[in-house]
């Protein structure tokens, strides 16, 4: 009888240790420790960034599987330049890393094998921001060697980078070190000693430490002056830097910036940014104040009069079954079918079916030229005359203030300026586009050309995530920005701007 052999399976595990310490002996580490979320959340997305597979998730200890050693040490090493850069000056919070490579069993469970009960043994002789590694993973990485010191035959460790090593912010060595570890001796690949930081290092050691608990504070204006200051020095930093503060920067926008639709509030009116393909029309009866609200009880509730949405690159119009009917320019347009939305067109609505008949309440749409070019709608109602007017004062009692509102479909990005393309107008006589907003997770706003651009009274250059309740100026043009919820929540439809 033969006995079936048990498989073996390289393994390659990662333990990230983020903890805050109570006392002067007590870590208190805890995921519902609310000062340690951000920085959960941080590691997290630099994790993001590499093949992996998480098998425990920050509680507050992190076990990581990868598949090759180098991206695993490049991944920590990436981990450790953001919160490190970030905890520089508080000691309160405690970052540990470990690394280990091993063979288990193929039936052993992810979290119950020697690989895994290793990197967590070694991790508790790791000091704050140092990486502790075994020795099969110390010899997986030949070019990286000469950063680390031995413990003992079976374990190295790689100090701090404010230690005495003079490790660049990026957990890694110059291109000089690297070719020293490949061909020279263990002293030869030992950078020089060093305890000196750069400036960058302690101006922005504090500064991203206290952006990141502003952040969570929602102090905005703060994360505002860390963000302009990050993008000053930018020209200035060395690329190990540059790294570490574009992470910070990408973080510090994800916690503040908006991802719902966005209200733009001009002169008092309001313009709702639905980064979208596609819209609904009709009559609001309760919140979420989402879609085109035309407050007429002529026309249809949302859901049941119309729909417009960009497919085969042009803007389409459906009628959902409204009771009134939909026309686009005077011509009925059919239950179910789709029909194009061509540059300044009238929506009507309100009218009736029986016969066919175009109604009184009017959606002006326009949009630019080209692929994804954003579409803007309106309410008219110059077309009535005062009489007209008073005989729809019954079912529109909300006529002047619906006709105040604004809003734009963005399958893609948002030009503000003058020019024909800009779905956002701004005063002036410059016929250019002066900015561009559009998602990437979050909404960000970018000067185009010369423009000047002064969020929460920082200038900035490049672009920006927006925050809620944020003032803005575009070319001395000032701009109140919010979510399109905060802002209803603030004027509930009917009671004014």
Same mark, same amino acid.
Request: glycine share 10%; charged share 20%.
């Given at each position: 009888?033969?006995?079936?052999? @048990?498989?073996?399976?390289?393994?390659?595990? $990662?333990?990230? #240790?983020?903890?805050?310490?109570?006392?002067?002996?007590?870590?208190?580490?805890?995921?519902? @420790? *609310?000062?340690?979320?951000?920085?959960?959340? /941080?590691?997290?997305?630099?994790?993001?960034?590499?093949?992996?597979?998480?098998?425990?998730?920050?509680?507050? /200890?992190?076990?990581?599987?990868?598949?090759?050693?180098?991206?695993?040490?490049?991944?920590?090493?990436?981990?450790?330049?953001?919160?490190?850069?970030?905890?520089? @000056?508080?000691?309160?919070? +405690?970052?540990?890393?470990?690394?280990?490579?091993?063979?288990?069993?193929?039936?052993?469970?992810?979290?119950?094998?020697?690989?895994?009960?290793?990197?967590?043994?070694?991790?508790?002789?790791?000091?704050?921001?140092?990486?502790?590694? #075994?020795?099969?993973?110390?010899?997986?990485?030949?070019?990286?060697?000469?950063?680390?010191?031995?413990?003992?035959?079976?374990?190295?460790?790689?100090?701090?980078?404010?230690?005495?090593?003079?490790?660049?912010?990026?957990?890694?060595?110059?291109?000089?070190?690297?070719?020293?570890?490949?061909? &020279?001796?263990?002293?030869?690949?030992?950078?020089?000693?060093?305890?000196?930081?750069?400036? %960058?290092?302690?101006?922005?050691?504090?500064?991203?430490? !206290?952006?990141?608990?502003?952040?969570?504070?929602?102090?905005?204006?703060?994360?505002?002056?860390?963000?302009?200051?990050?993008?000053?020095?930018? @020209?200035?930093?060395?690329?190990?830097?540059?790294?570490?503060?574009?992470?910070?920067?990408?973080?510090?926008?994800?916690?503040?910036?908006?991802?719902?639709?966005?209200?733009?509030?001009? +002169?008092?009116?309001?313009?709702?940014?639905?980064?979208?393909?596609?819209?609904?029309?009709?009559?609001? $009866?309760?919140?979420?104040?989402?879609?085109?609200?035309?407050?007429?009880?002529?026309?249809? +509730?949302?859901?049941?009069?119309?729909?417009?949405?960009?497919?085969?690159?042009?803007?389409? /119009?459906?009628?959902? !079954?409204?009771?009134?009917?939909?026309?686009?320019?005077?011509?009925?347009?059919?239950?179910?079918?789709?029909?194009?939305?061509?540059?300044?067109?009238?929506?009507?609505?309100?009218?009736?079916?029986?016969?066919?008949?175009? !109604?009184?309440?009017?959606?002006?749409?326009?949009?630019?030229?080209?692929?994804?070019? =954003?579409?803007?709608?309106?309410?008219?109602?110059?077309?009535?005359?005062?009489?007209?007017?008073?005989?729809?004062?019954?079912?529109?009692?909300?006529?002047?203030?619906?006709?105040?509102?604004?809003?734009?479909? =963005?399958? !893609?990005?948002?030009?503000? &300026?003058?020019?024909?393309?800009?779905?956002?107008?701004?005063?002036?006589?410059?016929?250019?586009?002066?900015?561009?907003?559009? %998602?990437?997770?979050?909404?960000?706003?970018?000067?185009?050309?010369?423009?000047?651009?002064? $969020?929460?009274?920082?200038?900035?250059?490049?672009?920006?995530?927006?925050?809620?309740?944020?003032?803005? *100026?575009?070319?001395? $043009?000032?701009?109140? *920005?919010?979510?399109?919820?905060?802002?209803?929540?603030?004027?509930?439809? &009917?009671?004014?701007?």
């Amino acid at each position: 009888m033969t006995t079936k052999r @048990d498989p073996r399976q390289l393994r390659i595990v $990662v333990a990230i #240790s983020i903890t805050r310490k109570t006392d002067d002996t007590t870590p208190a580490g805890s995921p519902d @420790d *609310v000062t340690l979320v951000p920085y959960f959340e /941080l590691a997290r997305d630099c994790l993001g960034q590499f093949e992996n597979n998480i098998l425990l998730n920050f509680t507050p /200890l992190a076990i990581i599987e990868f598949g090759s050693a180098v991206e695993a040490f490049d991944c920590l090493s990436q981990v450790r330049t953001i919160i490190t850069g970030l905890t520089r @000056d508080n000691p309160d919070i +405690q970052t540990r890393f470990s690394c280990h490579i091993g063979e288990v069993s193929g039936h052993s469970p992810p979290l119950e094998n020697s690989v895994v009960w290793r990197s967590m043994e070694m991790i508790e002789t790791a000091a704050r921001d140092e990486i502790v590694v #075994s020795d099969t993973f110390y010899d997986a990485l030949v070019k990286y060697q000469g950063l680390f010191e031995k413990l003992d035959d079976r374990t190295f460790v790689m100090r701090s980078t404010s230690g005495a090593h003079g490790i660049d912010q990026s957990g890694r060595a110059g291109d000089g070190d690297v070719g020293k570890a490949a061909t &020279g001796s263990a002293a030869d690949t030992v950078p020089a000693t060093s305890t000196d930081t750069s400036a %960058l290092d302690q101006e922005f050691g504090e500064i991203l430490s !206290g952006g990141i608990d502003a952040a969570a504070a929602g102090d905005v204006d703060f994360c505002y002056r860390i963000l302009g200051a990050i993008e000053n020095s930018m @020209d200035a930093a060395s690329p190990a830097e540059a790294v570490s503060l574009a992470g910070c920067r990408e973080n510090l926008e994800r916690l503040i910036g908006i991802s719902e639709p966005v209200a733009l509030i001009l +002169q008092n009116r309001p313009t709702f940014i639905h980064f979208a393909e596609s819209i609904e029309i009709g009559r609001r $009866v309760s919140a979420p104040y989402h879609g085109v609200h035309v407050g007429c009880r002529l026309v249809s +509730q949302m859901g049941r009069q119309a729909k417009i949405e960009y497919r085969d690159n042009e803007y389409h /119009l459906m009628d959902l !079954g409204s009771t009134n009917g939909t026309f686009l320019d005077e011509r009925h347009v059919e239950t179910g079918q789709w029909v194009v939305v061509p540059n300044r067109t009238v929506i009507s609505m309100g009218g009736g079916l029986n016969p066919p008949r175009p !109604g009184p309440c009017f959606l002006a749409c326009s949009h630019g030229e080209g692929a994804r070019a =954003a579409m803007a709608m309106a309410i008219e109602t110059r077309h009535l005359s005062p009489a007209e007017v008073a005989g729809l004062a019954a079912n529109w009692q909300s006529i002047h203030l619906d006709g105040a509102y604004r809003w734009i479909l =963005a399958p !893609g990005d948002v030009l503000l &300026g003058q020019s024909a393309q800009c779905a956002f107008k701004l005063p002036g006589e410059n016929r250019t586009a002066v900015a561009r907003m559009y %998602l990437d997770g979050r909404c960000y706003l970018e000067p185009l050309g010369d423009a000047e651009l002064i $969020v929460a009274g920082i200038p900035f250059r490049k672009r920006v995530a927006l925050a809620d309740e944020t003032d803005i *100026v575009v070319n001395g $043009v000032g701009i109140h *920005v919010s979510t399109a919820s905060t802002y209803f929540s603030r004027h509930p439809p &009917g009671t004014g701007i």
